[in-house]
């Protein structure tokens, strides 16, 4: 029963007064090994400069792009990311969820990932995209904050197709575009959720504008039902869309990452939403910097949301 719990419902106390609104915060591409694992370590935090971006808010994301783990063997890639769970409580206080359909849940095997997914169970962390078999990693994370039901889907688009979560095996939500859709519409009939946000791992790394196949299937989601696409995997920010009134945000860049080669890398944000019962009502991009080590530290440059619904986004948002 707590398994089902986490896999499908976190739930907190919901507001008696005000109206039916809801703050989300969500980063990208968030590597706790090396350097940023190493600090943990030594009894620091590598979220302590950006730590105010993610205060007050109802719901605090990042996309966890490594496996938390001590068992597993590399698998044959360039990269390979493994953070010990000493990690866990130094992200718990920042965070409330993350996101686990990317290129690196696999990195050490199906163990290893499993493994994870109890760990972050036992730490009071919520996952969207990932599952010990394929029917988990497809369902929705059902958040109830504000006397909102917001769902959350998680998915990987990056070529080629691996990890992918089988029925009787765990691993990751790929995104598999009429299974997308059937996903969005189960999310709004089946969990009867108010709003639902979909978090793409899909384009190609360094490239500042979202791709041809991006914009398709952003729209395609939004068609279906979504209330907003977020992506990452480019390990840089790239253009903001308003398709229908909704907002795609292609890529956030990266969040913590010590395996960076150019200065666009080390630069990211942390995406601010506001939400309400009719779907998305503005959006923020706080803009945060990398050092050297993957650190990150906010650049304070915008005060006031980039875009709000019923208008055009501004150049604030910082699309190129």
Not at 24 to 50: C, H, M, S, Y
Not at 62 to 83: M, Q
Not at 178 to 199: N, T
Request: with cysteine.
């Amino acid at each position: 029963m707590r398994r089902v719990c986490w896999a499908l419902l976190l739930c907190w106390a919901t507001s008696a007064a005000g109206a039916a609104s809801l703050s989300l915060v969500f980063a990208g591409d968030t590597t706790l090994d090396d350097a940023p694992g190493a600090l943990i370590e030594r009894g620091g935090d590598p979220l302590a400069k950006v730590a105010h971006l993610f205060q007050g808010a109802d719901i605090r994301l990042v996309n966890l792009e490594c496996v938390v783990s001590t068992i597993g063997s590399p698998g044959d890639k360039v990269y390979t990311f493994r953070a010990h769970p000493r990690v866990l409580p130094a992200l718990r206080r920042h965070v409330d969820a993350v996101t686990l359909a990317n290129n690196h849940s696999g990195d050490y095997g199906r163990a290893a990932f499993a493994d994870m997914l109890g760990l972050l169970e036992r730490h009071g962390i919520a996952q969207a995209g990932g599952g010990r078999n394929l029917t988990e990693a497809h369902q929705p994370l059902l958040i109830e904050r504000q006397g909102l039901r917001l769902a959350l889907l998680s998915y990987n688009e990056f070529m080629p197709r691996s990890f992918e979560a089988d029925h009787d095996a765990p691993g990751i939500a790929w995104s598999e575009d009429e299974q997308v859709v059937d996903d969005i519409a189960r999310a709004r009939a089946v969990h009867r959720a108010d709003l639902v946000l979909v978090f793409m791992h899909w384009g190609w790394e360094n490239e500042p504008r979202a791709n041809a196949r991006q914009r398709q299937l952003a729209r395609r989601v939004i068609d279906a039902g979504a209330d907003a696409v977020i992506g990452g995997h480019p390990h840089v920010t790239q253009d903001i869309d308003i398709y229908r009134g909704k907002p795609v945000v292609y890529s956030v860049g990266n969040f913590v990452m010590k395996e960076s080669d150019n200065e666009a890398q080390r630069q990211g944000w942390v995406l601010e939403l506001q939400m309400d019962r009719k779907g998305v009502s503005s959006l923020t991009t706080h803009p945060v910097r990398l050092d050297l080590d993957g650190i990150p530290a906010h650049e304070p440059q915008r005060p006031s949301p980039c875009w709000r619904r019923g208008e055009a986004a501004t150049s604030a948002c910082g699309g190129r």
